[in-house]
């Protein structure tokens, strides 16, 4: 992601924007240019000490926003008003991380960090005003047409000037700018159930739909564009209801990561079943090819069992249940029972193991929830649901906790994280799957229909996943997802398509690893995929006690507090390695001095240098 963030509007708008207080607000804050998420992860991942040691952290990129935004002084005052640009500068931002989930993460967590500060939005920020003119989204359409429909009203009185301008050559095209604002105006009203765009309805309503001048400027002028204005002010405030709108985003779910320029073509690309099908696709596997032994399955059995002569959990359910009367005491107590269990795990990996299955499970059962209490918000379903986690989790004796991240509490959200349980059980079988296609396979269909589902997940999260895996092999969604092309649902889908046919074997010997390949499959093992709950450590970047870390992290990216190879960069391992090669070196030199008569000044060199090597490398492991 550049780090350059130049004003840009529309290029009809572009003549007036040196009167705008957004442009000159730009501009104050164009020193921050050099300020992005990838230039702030590689200053920490750079191996020159002279660079890593002018690396910004939080805090004092923090400070520099304050900075500028104390000192612009171009809105009379108005704190609101400068608030508001923040946020439109920040989206801008935003757009630019593209599809990097964490990016967007990362300006929204400086964003909301910045206002916390009560010299600083952060009155403004409990307005409904604000409320309503911030989306934390990370559907970049969504950013798009926000800042479309603000640059439209900002400009309207000079746009209006030019339409009622006979003589202006330019008259016809603005007036097809106007109509194209409006038709964007009209598919947002359709969208205005979810409250993405309420600031912008309102706005919109105020200085235009019910201005009946406004309105008569549009007919008289752009007649080939503004026939029937009545038409306009009636179909102004609908939305589509909340019945179809929830079938919608059921079958064709928008990626909450989504960049602006896919966004249409991942819509058809989303499976059209239901996310309940993904279970009954899943039985006719387990049924039919016996995985009910598997480590997943059984943790996903266990967090679903049904509480019955529970004596703890029981009287936990009794103190709470009067506060959850949406959540089914059925749910709810499996919910208490398995938060109870993770109480009691002792040892740290089955804890981080279990964390993450419960999380996983914890999400559909919050779709579910949704799904069935259709008056119900889904930031409301989520609410309640980590309210009830806080309330009965608790830290271990090792320091872990689990914990819950929602960037944002919507319905692309919680969908993107239910595909993750998807994906991370798919990635489970396939070696089992991909072991078990021959040609002469009979009920291939349970497994093209499984695949069928998959596949469209796997290609949106794999953008998202994957972006500098061919780079340096690194990934970020180590928990559930692979990035080896290997494990690419259409391959199988392929290879399913050949069952039957002629050229079948031949198919299959060429396109099958061979015995004592790493990559042959096997039948599948009930404890094979015990390993996969990834806890092993990536690159990334670690917040602690106000201090930024970029270092190896361990799951704790999934949320699960605890002791993070980040917070103590030396361990004693590595320790052991540095001194003992260090001084094994240190004695060879020794032995030399005393039989070959090395020379004092010789050794003391010798010395010196492995003194630097050791320090360097405790420095470097510190930083």
């Given amino acids: 992601m550049s780090g350059i963030l130049e004003y840009r509007?529309?290029?009809?708008?572009?003549e007036f924007k040196k009167g705008s207080n957004l442009f000159k607000f730009y501009e104050h804050f164009k020193i921050l240019n050099n300020v992005s998420y990838d230039s702030y992860i590689n200053c920490f991942m750079s191996n020159d000490p002279k660079i890593k040691g002018n690396c910004q952290n939080?805090?004092?990129?923090?400070?520099?926003?304050?900075?500028?935004f104390e000192?612009?002084?171009?809105?009379?005052?108005?704190?609101?008003?400068?608030c508001h640009y923040l946020v439109l500068w920040a989206y801008d931002r935003i757009k630019q991380c593209s599809s990097k989930a964490f990016c967007t993460s990362w300006f929204y967590s400086l964003l909301e960090e910045f206002w916390k500060d009560k010299k600083f939005c952060h009155d403004v920020t409990q307005t409904n005003e604000f409320k309503k003119k911030y989306k934390k989204t990370f559907n970049l359409e969504i950013l798009k047409n926000k800042r479309e429909l603000y640059d439209f009203l900002e400009y309207f009185n000079n746009?209006?000037?030019?339409?009622?301008?006979?003589?202006?050559?330019?008259k016809q095209k603005y007036c097809k700018y106007v109509s194209d604002i409006f038709q964007l105006y009209k598919e947002i009203i359709k969208k205005s159930c979810s409250g993405n765009y309420d600031y912008e309805i309102e706005k919109f309503q105020e200085l235009v739909i019910n201005k009946e001048e406004i309105l008569n400027i549009l007919k008289d002028n752009c007649p080939n564009h503004f026939q029937d204005v009545s038409f306009i002010k009636n179909n102004s405030t609908k939305c589509i209801s909340k019945e179809s709108s929830n079938k919608n985003e059921e079958s064709h779910h928008l990626s909450t990561h989504s960049d602006t320029d896919n966004i249409e073509s991942r819509i058809r690309e989303r499976p059209s079943i239901k996310f309940s099908d993904h279970e009954n696709l899943l039985k006719k596997i387990h049924e039919n090819d016996n995985l009910y032994g598997s480590y997943f399955y059984k943790k996903y059995e266990n967090l679903d069992?049904?509480?019955?002569n529970d004596n703890t959990v029981n009287t936990k359910f009794e103190s709470l249940k009067s506060n959850y009367n949406d959540i089914s005491d059925n749910v709810l107590k499996k919910l208490i029972k398995n938060i109870i269990h993770l109480n009691n795990i002792k040892?740290?990996?089955?804890?981080?193991?279990?964390?993450?299955?419960?999380?996983?499970?914890?999400?559909?059962?919050?779709?579910?929830?949704w799904k069935k209490k259709s008056n119900y918000g889904v930031e409301k379903v989520i609410d309640k649901f980590l309210d009830l986690h806080s309330r009965v989790i608790s830290k271990t004796t090792n320091g872990y906790m689990c914990e819950f991240h929602f960037y944002v509490k919507n319905l692309e959200q919680l969908e993107y994280l239910v595909e993750q349980r998807?994906?991370?059980?798919?990635f489970k079988i396939y070696p089992f799957i991909k072991s078990n296609i021959y040609c002469t396979m009979d009920k291939k269909d349970r497994y093209v229909k499984y695949l069928d589902y998959i596949s469209p997940l796997y290609k949106i999260h794999k953008g998202d996943c994957c972006l500098h895996y061919n780079i340096w092999g690194d990934y970020e969604c180590h928990n559930y997802f692979k990035c080896h092309d290997k494990y690419n649902p259409d391959n199988l889908l392929h290879a399913l398509n050949y069952v039957g046919n002629n050229d079948c074997n031949n198919f299959l010997k060429t396109s099958k690893p061979q015995p004592g390949n790493s990559d042959n499959s096997q039948k599948y093992n009930a404890d094979n995929d015990e390993s996969d709950i990834n806890i092993k450590c990536h690159r990334g970047f670690y917040r602690s006690e106000n201090q930024d870390y970029y270092s190896y992290i361990c799951t704790d990216k999934e949320g699960d507090g605890g002791n993070s190879s980040a917070s103590s960069p030396l361990n004693s391992s590595s320790m052991n390695m540095i001194f003992n090669g260090s001084f094994l070196i240190?004695?060879?030199?020794?032995?030399?001095?005393?039989?070959?008569k090395v020379s004092i000044s010789f050794y003391f060199i010798i010395y010196k240098t492995i003194f630097i090597i050791i320090f360097s490398q405790m420095l470097q492991f510190i930083t």
């Fill in 58 to 68: 939080v805090n004092q990129i923090i400070q520099k926003w304050k900075s500028l």
């Fill in 159 to 170: 746009i209006s000037s030019i339409l009622k301008d006979n003589k202006s050559d330019k």
């Fill in 422 to 426: 998807h994906l991370d059980i798919y």
């Fill in 305 to 308: 069992k049904t509480v019955h």
């Fill in 71 to 82: 000192t612009f002084q171009r809105t009379e005052n108005n704190t609101s008003e400068k």
């Fill in 347 to 369: 040892d740290a990996n089955e804890y981080r193991k279990s964390c993450l299955y419960y999380k996983y499970w914890t999400y559909e059962k919050m779709w579910m929830i």
């Fill in 586 to 596: 240190l004695g060879i030199f020794f032995l030399l001095f005393l039989f070959c």
């Fill in 9 to 14: 509007t529309h290029e009809l708008l572009d």
